[in-house]
């Protein structure tokens, strides 16, 4: 099963920044934080990944709250083009399943 | 560098029928793996692999084969497809230290009639 939940869709206004939210209440000290996303029937695409610091790159920023049991994808100026399925998952080990939740459905309105 | 390689992109296929769908990837990675996503749902794993001759089951594994003899290629194998296998399949591949992001193919859109 997957260790991650999201709710199952949001919508931003374009322009404004877009906070996708992601629950991880069992999350374990080496496990890291990933998000993708897939745009229609694309293969995934990796965002950005984070252990407990915050992180950002040219794409968003990954917020982790201090006990590391959820966190929050910000797309700073969404466009239309963000409009995409987002994945939030957990892995630690190297060998370990990756496994994908339900994801969050994001619309951008214009 | 193609990244991950998957063929073909579309195929169908009548219950009953074998064939194996490739997946090449061309960065040294040594994990790999296969996602099934049905329609309006999420990507559920197959198999997956974390090197050279070792495989192991996902989340859906029931009537697939996969083998791994090559770094490079790791084919999932339909032995007798049913409908209930129509779907559109995902390989993805990362590199082998810790903590490193999937790279994902472009799908293969599997229809069994």
């Known amino acids: 099963d997957a260790k991650t939940t999201q709710p199952p869709s949001m919508d931003c206004a374009e322009g404004r920044a877009a906070n996708l939210p992601c629950n991880h209440s069992t999350i374990s000290g080496n496990e890291y934080v990933y998000w993708y996303r897939q745009i229609h029937s694309q293969g995934p695409q990796y965002i950005i990944h984070g252990l407990k610091n915050n992180e950002t790159n040219e794409m968003a920023s990954l917020i982790i709250t201090e006990d590391r049991k959820s966190s929050t994808l910000i797309l700073p100026h969404a466009t239309l083009r963000d409009t995409a399925v987002y994945y939030c998952i957990v892995r630690g080990n190297r060998d370990d399943k990756i496994i994908f939740g339900k994801g969050t459905r994001l619309h951008i309105l214009p | 560098n193609a990244g991950v390689t998957q063929t073909p992109k579309f195929q169908v296929l009548k219950t009953g029928q074998s064939m194996t769908l490739q997946c090449a990837q061309d960065?040294?990675?040594?994990?790999m793996s296969w996602y099934r996503q049905d329609p309006g749902m999420g990507l559920r794993l197959i198999h997956y692999s974390v090197g050279a001759g070792i495989t192991d089951q996902g989340e859906v594994p029931n009537g697939y084969n996969v083998s791994r003899s090559t770094t490079e290629d790791f084919p999932l194998r339909l032995l007798s497809a049913a409908p209930s296998q129509t779907s559109v399949y995902f390989c993805?591949?990362?590199?082998?230290?810790?903590?490193?992001?999937?790279?994902f193919g472009d799908g293969t859109r599997l229809s069994i009639l």
């Open positions: 960065m040294n990675h040594e994990y």
């Open positions: 993805a591949s990362t590199p082998g230290g810790q903590y490193q992001p999937q790279h």
